[in-house]
């Protein structure tokens, strides 16, 4: 059976699950976010963005298929696709609150083809919803490079020659995001085995090309 979505008050408190709301972007201030399922299935890419300024997620419950470095299923906590500390979360354990600075924070879920779990749940609360996108400013055209001075020489004629050597260089840089691997760490509690992977240059973007944490076949 499919259910149905649940109705987002706008800047109040919400119940949210993945399996409904995917793709979509909330404004709220508190409220509750669950992976949506009773046994979550293979081959899910879930993504749902929260628009609340400085918020602190605590998790209620977690269980989610362990592997190194968390490469067969996951969640993360991402700010502008930039994926925050602790990293990619995997296991048992309940994971630590997590605080985000912002206005917004996105809940990323990823797994595999094989081997499934319970899933989670976390609610968050916010210092207040997030401030009204204001009209960006218009586009101020990049002015013209003023023309090179023309140098004259006297020729053996008499008269003059004129040469101009005017060159445009118009370069332009990007900021690259680079990964040195990611490691993973795990730890056996009495509730069971949790993992992360570090965040450190990571986005979601760049999630499913990287080796260590890409779907990968056969697990568990």
């Known amino acids: 059976e499919t259910p149905q979505p649940t109705p987002v ?8 699950d993945m399996r409904t709301h995917d793709g979509d972007t909330v404004t709220a201030v508190a409220g509750t976010i669950t992976d949506g399922y009773t046994t979550y299935l293979n081959g899910l890419d879930h993504r749902l963005t929260v628009r609340g300024t400085d918020c602190v997620l605590v998790w209620k419950t977690f269980n989610v298929e362990y592997g190194s470095a968390c490469r067969y299923d996951w969640v993360a906590i991402a700010v502008d696709d930039d994926v925050v500390e602790p990293g990619y979360l995997c296991g048992s354990s309940l994971p630590e609150p997590i605080e985000v600075q912002g206005d917004s924070f996105t809940v990323a879920f990823h797994t595999d083809s094989s081997s499934t779990r319970t899933g989670f749940e976390l609610e968050f609360v916010c210092k207040g919803p997030a401030p009204t996108t204001p009209t960006p400013p218009p586009t101020t055209a990049v002015p013209a490079l003023p023309p090179t001075p023309v140098q004259t020489t006297a020729s053996s004629s008499g008269g003059t020659s004129a040469s101009a050597a005017r060159t445009t260089s118009i370069t332009s840089t990007s900021s690259t995001r680079s ?22 240059s990571t986005s979601l973007a760049n999630a499913a090309s990287n080796p260590s944490i890409r779907a990968t076949s056969g697990a568990g």
């Not at 008050?9 to 949210?16: D, F, N, R």
């Not at 490691?183 to 450190?200: I, L």
């Open 9 to 16: 008050p706008m800047g109040g408190e919400v119940e949210l």
């Open 179 to 200: 990964s040195s691997g990611i490691s993973g760490t795990s730890t056996t509690s009495g509730t069971g085995t949790a993992g992360t992977s570090s965040a450190s």
